[in-house]
């Protein structure tokens, strides 16, 4: 089976910095994504991940560290609109997704 | 990317009844997906819909309680049968795009069952 963890919540202000962390234990594994999610509406894709190391895309960035079943997400000069639920999916050896509960961000002005 | 169509948003249902979820996407696709987000919980995939055969259910499902079809490349539906409050669920369903790097999976608005 699978097991992804994250915490459940994060508060930090506008224009800060906040990092999201995410431990896993699957059998296999073929990459690991982040997606975010505003309440009420549909997870939206974020960053992908499937070789150790650094992915920028913007304000937000993705780390990799396959050896010690490890990511973070990195949400820079936070924004009021990136008050979310951000999740931490991470694909198998049997190539299916599996979701961690999602981490609560509430920025604070 | 993929639009999704999904319907109803919402929906409050007796026990014991059934809800039947319509997704309709923009383009061809292979696989649709069918996942269940709890309150507070992680998404789980309910089933896979195939095109031109029976939906490939994970562990914990099962055909009687949750009915798919697929009839074309670009339609599913997914029903929720003899409800109880504990199906009480938003209900996504998602397709994957193989453009890009990962494959990355796109879903509908989600419909939010409320059992009674």
């Known amino acids: 089976g699978q097991n992804i963890d994250q915490p459940t919540e994060m508060t930090a202000t506008e224009g800060a910095i906040v990092q999201i962390n995410c431990t896993y234990q699957t059998s296999g594994f073929n990459g690991l994504f982040w997606y975010q999610q505003h309440a009420g509406e549909a997870p939206t894709f974020l960053s992908y991940?499937?070789?150790?190391g650094l992915e920028e895309k913007g304000r937000f960035s993705s780390f990799l560290s396959r050896s010690k079943g490890y990511s973070y997400l990195l949400l820079k000069e936070l924004q009021m609109k990136d008050s979310a639920s951000y999740l931490c999916a991470v694909r198998g050896g049997d190539y299916k997704l599996s979701f961690g509960a999602g981490t609560t961000v509430t920025v604070r002005a | 990317s993929a639009v999704i169509s999904q319907k109803p948003s919402r929906d409050i249902c007796q026990r014991g009844t059934s809800l039947t979820i319509q997704c309709q996407v923009d383009?061809?696709?292979?696989?649709m997906f069918w996942y269940r987000q709890q309150p507070g919980q992680s998404l789980t995939l309910i089933a896979t819909?195939?095109?031109?055969?029976?939906?490939?259910?994970e562990s914990g499902f099962v055909i009687d309680k949750f009915p798919i079809s697929r009839p074309n490349l670009t339609f599913s539906t997914l029903t929720v049968s003899n409800m109880s409050p504990e199906d009480s669920s938003i209900y996504l369903c998602?397709?994957?795009?193989?453009?890009?790097?990962?494959?990355?999976?796109?879903f509908g608005s989600g419909t939010q069952l409320s059992v009674l």
């Open positions: 998602s397709v994957r795009n193989r453009r890009g790097r990962g494959e990355k999976l796109f």
């Open positions: 383009s061809q696709v292979t696989m």
């Open positions: 991940n499937v070789l150790d």
């Open positions: 819909a195939n095109q031109g055969s029976e939906a490939t259910y």
